[in-house]
């Protein structure tokens, strides 16, 4: 298994930006699929945002394409959600997590993750 630590996260005003970024430790980061999820009060923990390991394929939930985007630097064991258009119902703490294989949007095929970062997008 690999340790995952997400920062970025802090309290924007509607529209604005935010990146976040999970540092991953651990020699074989590269050959981990990554995705981001979000868990809002009273909520179940959702898929976010994935990216596979081998040909940084990424898949989306309906609800972030075209205003989110998940990138991961290999070199420096980075992964990062760029989120642009931000709007109130993004209001989550948001978790990156990391499994072997492809990524999926199935919370419980994933086997690290990290401590969560909150985001808060005010109207």
């Known amino acids: 298994q690999v340790q995952l630590v997400e920062s970025g996260g802090g309290l924007v005003q509607a529209g604005g930006s935010l990146r976040l970024s999970c540092a991953v430790s651990?020699?074989?980061?590269?050959?981990?699929?990554m995705g981001w999820f979000r868990q809002a009060p009273g909520k179940e923990r959702e898929f976010v945002a994935g990216?596979?390991?081998?040909?940084?394929?990424?898949d989306y939930v309906d609800s972030v394409k075209g205003r989110f985007t998940i990138s991961r630097d290999n070199a420096q064991n980075t992964v990062y959600l760029q989120m642009n258009s931000l709007k109130p119902e993004d209001t989550a703490v948001y978790y990156c997590?990391?499994?072997?294989?492809?990524?999926?949007?199935?919370?419980?095929?994933?086997?690290?993750w990290g401590q969560g970062t909150q985001v808060t997008v005010s109207s």
């Open positions: 997590a990391a499994r072997r294989g492809t990524a999926t949007r199935y919370r419980y095929d994933y086997n690290s």
């Open positions: 990216i596979s390991w081998n040909d940084g394929s990424t």
């Open positions: 651990g020699r074989t980061f590269s050959s981990y699929a």
